[in-house]
């Protein structure tokens, strides 16, 4: 059974004993860290509960067009706490992809890494969130889906002590595990967060690519996909056998659960007012990161993350506040 933020108790599904020590300042202080993966323009309508008769006009209280994506988002919240971040994908040569660059530099994002292409346009996506806060996607596909290990240059990783993976699974043309070897020969720590495979591919997408990573972060229903399992525990297990270091579980508003082969912990989420949920997986990845850059240990970093997550959630100037 796991515990709740304490001491760490055996773990007995196929465990892998003394893989990574969690006393407090054990981790190596990082400052630049390199994302990769999903760049989106993302068009967000508020508030939208019905859409307009066809051929009349609805007024909005807000219409933003912003910077998304797992790497944009995780880079941009990796800035706000101070650490040096970058990222690496493909965008188009169009009004999108510009407004996507200047939002990630005005984060302070460092964006040399992104290239361009005049053959295939950015990934957009409108999102229309209704009074509830709930979200609906209308998604073009572009230079996400058209993303290759070809498009991120070695010297990437060179210039990196952390490179992170986020929306794994939604990169359909990425060999993770030639990508993350990559990485790792450079002599970066590593992190990968899964998403969902919609198609339907799971555990065969991380062939190879598990044994370098360092830190792998997925949810429940991602985990027992992967898995084949039910239980968030065995899922766990089941993935630490498989290579990383550490297997940390997003549990939404139950928390989450660290699976190390000393043993597992369940942390608990923060009470705060949930206004929307976008990014916050992200975030909590972001939080995640910079936790262990400034060196609290395992333990401190899955906390920091928690309240990440926890606070992109809440109304803006709380995470902003909390950021600064």
């Known amino acids: 059974m796991p515990t709740t933020g304490g001491t760490m108790q055996p773990f007995g599904v196929r465990a892998i004993a003394g893989k990574l020590s969690v006393r407090s300042g054990t981790e190596v202080l990082l400052t630049a860290v390199l994302c990769v993966g999903q760049l989106v323009a993302d068009i967000v309508a508020r508030p939208v509960d019905s859409l307009p008769h066809p051929g009349r006009t609805d007024l909005v209280e807000s219409l933003q067009l912003i910077a998304g994506g797992s790497a944009a988002n995780t880079a941009g919240v990796l800035a706000k706490f101070g650490v040096d971040a970058s990222v690496a994908g493909l965008v188009g040569k169009d009004a999108l992809g510009d407004a996507v660059l200047a939002d990630l530099v005005a984060l302070g994002v460092n964006v040399t890494r992104v290239l361009r292409s005049s053959d295939v346009p950015t990934s957009a996506v409108i999102v229309v969130v209704d009074s509830s ?171 920091l993350a928690n309240a990440a997550g926890a606070l992109i959630s809440s109304p803006p100037q709380f995470f902003f506040a909390y950021a600064s």
């Open 133 to 303: 806060g709930e979200r609906s996607f209308i998604y073009r596909i572009g230079g996400n889906e058209r993303l290759s290990n070809e498009h991120i240059a070695d010297s990437a990783f060179d210039e990196a002590e952390w490179a992170q993976v986020g929306g794994a699974m939604k990169l359909v043309r990425l060999d993770l595990g030639s990508l993350m070897c990559r990485a790792k020969r450079a002599g970066c720590v590593t992190s990968l967060d899964t998403d969902w495979d919609a198609s339907g591919q799971w555990l065969s997408r991380l062939d190879g690519a598990l044994e370098h990573v360092d830190y792998l972060m997925t949810n429940e229903e991602e985990g027992s996909m992967l898995a084949g399992v039910e239980d968030p525990l065995e899922a766990g297990g089941f993935l630490l056998a498989r290579g990383p270091r550490a297997v940390i579980i997003k549990r939404g508003r139950s928390g989450c659960t660290l699976v190390m082969g000393t043993g597992c912990v369940d942390y608990p989420t923060h009470p705060v007012d949930v206004v929307d949920t976008t990014c916050a997986g992200d975030s909590f990845a972001a939080g995640f990161i910079c936790g262990i850059s400034r060196g609290p240990g395992i333990e401190g970093a899955v906390r």
